[in-house]
């Protein structure tokens, strides 16, 4: 079957960044709701944005409101964060405090059995939280590509087009009216990821598996 060299692109799509060709200080996300990035560090290079691990990333503002219903995040990246005790570096987080709902996709950099693991951190505004962490670390300095889905309380993490984790996830409104950041949790110690990210989707559905294979396939060209 020939795989076409495309993602799959529909109006469930609610955030669209393709790192690897918007090299401007700010830019409007590619989907149909054009919100506006602000970068702060962050250098481009042609596979994507290289954060430094120290103050970099990218604001997007409230990109859209999701609420209680179903997600997937899709991001590529390849990982060159060195281990900081009490420290994690975020790919994409919707808060810059833990006063409320949060959602953040993250690489572990601590404690050191975990290092390199991937781990969706969903919390309430109770503060009850909810991880579901890789078996496996992926900070062997190559690309990888994850999906990170949720439907109700069940989420599931897919690297590479394959299945790898799923477990309990918090079901709580992930909330459109706060800010949304590449790269950390805002200016936030310990949040900072240290890399390259080619590029970042969002969904307002749970992609199938078709579709998250279809996905990598069609996209692992630019990251070889």
């Not at 996300?29 to 919100?35: E, V």
């Not at 949040?191 to 080619?198: D, E, L, P």
Request: aromatic share 12%.
């Amino acid at each position: 079957m020939e795989i076409k060299r495309d993602f799959i692109f529909d109006p469930s799509l609610v955030l669209y960044l393709p790192l690897y060709k918007l090299d401007d200080a700010s830019f409007m996300s590619k989907d149909a709701y054009g919100h506006l990035c602000t970068v702060t560090g962050a250098l481009w290079r042609p596979n994507g944005r290289y954060f430094d691990e120290t103050d970099d990333n990218i604001d997007l503002g409230a990109i859209h409101t999701i609420g209680t219903g179903d997600v997937s995040i899709e991001v590529w990246f390849k990982n060159s964060q060195t281990f900081v005790e009490g420290a994690a570096g975020y790919f994409i987080a919707n808060k810059e405090n833990f006063t409320n709902n949060f959602t953040k996709l993250i690489i572990l950099r601590t404690p050191v059995e975990d290092v390199g693991k991937i781990d969706l951190y969903t919390e309430g505004a109770a503060g009850a939280n909810e991880h579901i962490r890789t078996d496996d670390p992926y900070n062997d300095g190559i690309w990888h590509h994850v999906v990170v889905t949720r439907t109700g309380a069940t989420g599931k993490i897919y690297i590479d087009g394959v299945e790898v984790k799923s477990g309990t996830t918090r079901s709580d409104d992930i909330g459109g009216a706060t800010t949304w950041y590449i790269g950390s949790s805002g200016a936030t110690a310990g949040t900072w990821y240290g890399g390259q990210i080619g590029e970042v989707r969002i969904y307002s559905r749970v992609l199938a598996f078709p579709e998250i294979q279809h996905n990598y396939e069609a996209t692992k060209w630019r990251y070889q």
